[in-house]
């Protein structure tokens, strides 16, 4: 999917990345037939920086805050370290079978906890502390998501934030009936005037905003 970068660069980065392993190839298949929304998919690019960062940060704990059909929670599971864990979210109970079909595909399943219903409960019954968190659910409570989490990331830990660019509409003119856009870029301020955190916005699918915490 290319939302941000130009088609043809798109392409180019894709070719001159690792590959999409083939359970990935898979799982993106199955979700474009059979799901709502199937542009929600982290997607190969993304995945691989995802499963990139996760082999360089070697985390023990991950919190994931909207697993829709379990791509990313996959890609990140690549780099745990022995035992390590992933508490991944989401409210969409019927997606919980094609998650469990690609965890046991991936042999991953033991690495995943699964969690259905609101994240803001959710998150605040989970007494751990994460080296990573990645939040890709609903843009309207990321600020919320974002100061429930922020004290349960260890010094030096990671937030990613997907979306934040949403298509390029965070530099549009504001129109007065786009919340959705608005929220996003009330919270990319707001990331970016927190003293607690450095941040920095990639351009990468549909905009990534990695957050490392001071």
């Keep these: ?3 941000i970068v130009n088609n043809k660069i798109e392409d180019y ?10 359970i990935l190839k898979d799982l993106n298949k199955e979700t474009y037939l059979k799901v709502l929304n199937p542009r929600m998919l982290s997607g190969h690019i993304q995945g691989r920086f995802l499963s990139i960062i996760t082999k360089l940060i070697k985390p023990k704990k991950i919190l ?14 690549e780099g745990l370290i022995e035992n390590g864990i992933i508490h991944t979210i989401d409210i969409n109970e019927e997606l919980v079978s094609i998650q469990n079909k690609y965890f046991a595909k991936s042999k991953c399943n033991n690495s995943i906890i699964q969690h259905v219903g609101d994240a803001r409960n959710i998150i605040k019954s989970i007494n751990e502390k ?6 890709d659910a609903d ?9 429930l989490v922020i004290e349960k990331v260890k010094k ?9 660019l949403w298509t390029g509409k965070v530099v549009e003119p504001e129109k007065d009936d786009d919340e959705l856009t608005q929220y996003l870029i009330d919270f990319n301020k707001m990331i970016n005037e927190d003293d607690r955190v450095e941040n920095i916005i990639l351009p990468l ?4 905003n990695v957050i490392l915490k001071n």
């Design 139 to 147: 843009k309207e409570n990321y600020i919320e998501y974002y100061e």
């Design 13 to 22: 980065i894709r070719k001159n990345s690792s590959k999409e392993p083939e």
């Design 156 to 164: 030096g830990g990671l937030i990613i934030a997907d979306n934040v």
């Design 205 to 208: 699918r549909d905009g990534l």
């Design 64 to 77: 994931e805050i909207g697993t829709y059909t379990g791509y990313s929670a996959i890609c990140m599971a």
């Design 130 to 135: 994460f080296d990573l968190v990645f939040l």
């Design 1 to 3: 999917m290319s939302d």
